[in-house]
């Protein structure tokens, strides 16, 4: 799904979550509340998955079953009193048929976001606090304006990473095979950097050395920024990469 689509598809979600109607086949809303540091796991195959932050108290999730053979396809919940654990089931092969999850958290509580996955679907978090792990297979990954420590990959989409705080220590990884990657950090970011691509470019404007190999191609950088409190590791195999100050 291309970011315009992903754009209007989840203003529709947040406008049909925050509603209560079920226009869009609405299928599933549940309501938990677990304490900070609980843990979030929300996994999907064909559909997309959206953790967004807002000003409540508990943890909010809709889902949507979509597709010719939707109703093929049917929601697990594994949750418990910490934590959030959601799945899908496919009754008779995956057909035509998926489930977008749309995830809404207290934006002040920080969650241990352990699995937050699609398949061919794409993955959103903003305004979240907390660990953050965040992937898809062949679609995009998009994670804004995040505090705490943070992955996110995929295979063959984008990764755009703004992180706006990082707190605490501990490895970062924002990684794709074929698709670009791009980071904006703050300027007082405290980390170990290493940055890698085959047959991309590759820019930063914060203070490490760029190499350049002379034999093979592909580009590297790789330097210690303010105490290096945690590690973060850009990469990608044939798209570009970034770390930018945001």
């Known amino acids: 799904m291309n970011r315009n689509a992903l754009g209007t598809f989840l203003l529709a979600l ?38 967004q ?17 939707r109703d093929q396809v049917e929601i697990l919940d ?41 398949v061919s679907g794409s993955v959103h978090l903003s305004d979240v606090t907390g ?21 996110a990959e995929s295979t063959s989409g984008d990764v755009d990473v703004v992180l706006k705080q990082v707190e605490g220590t501990g490895d970062m990884k924002f990684a ?22 085959l047959s991309g470019t590759l820019t930063t404007d914060f203070p490490i050395d760029i190499q350049e190999r002379r034999y093979g191609g592909g580009r590297s950088a790789r330097g210690r920024l303010g105490t290096g409190a945690c590690s973060i590791r850009i990469s990608s195999i044939s798209g570009r990469v970034s770390l930018t100050k945001g």
């Open 78 to 118: 594994n949750s418990g009193t910490d934590r959030v654990d959601l799945g899908v089931h496919y009754l008779m092969g995956n057909g035509d048929a998926s489930i977008n999850f749309l995830v809404k958290v207290p934006r002040s509580v920080s969650y241990n976001f352990t699995d937050i996955r699609s």
């Open 53 to 69: 932050g807002y000003d409540g108290s508990e943890v909010v999730v809709a889902g949507f079953r979509v597709g010719r053979n």
């Open 176 to 197: 794709s095979i074929s698709g670009n990657v791009a980071v904006k950090a703050p300027a007082s970011l405290n980390a170990y950097v290493a940055m890698s691509t």
């Open 131 to 151: 660990h953050v792990s965040a992937r898809s297979i062949s679609g995009s990954v998009e994670i804004k304006n995040v505090t705490g420590i943070v992955s």
């Open 14 to 51: 947040s406008a049909a979550l925050l509603s209560g109607v079920t226009g869009m086949a609405q299928d599933f809303q549940h309501t938990y509340k677990i304490a900070s540091e609980g843990s979030i796991k929300v996994v999907t195959v064909s559909g997309d998955v959206s953790v």
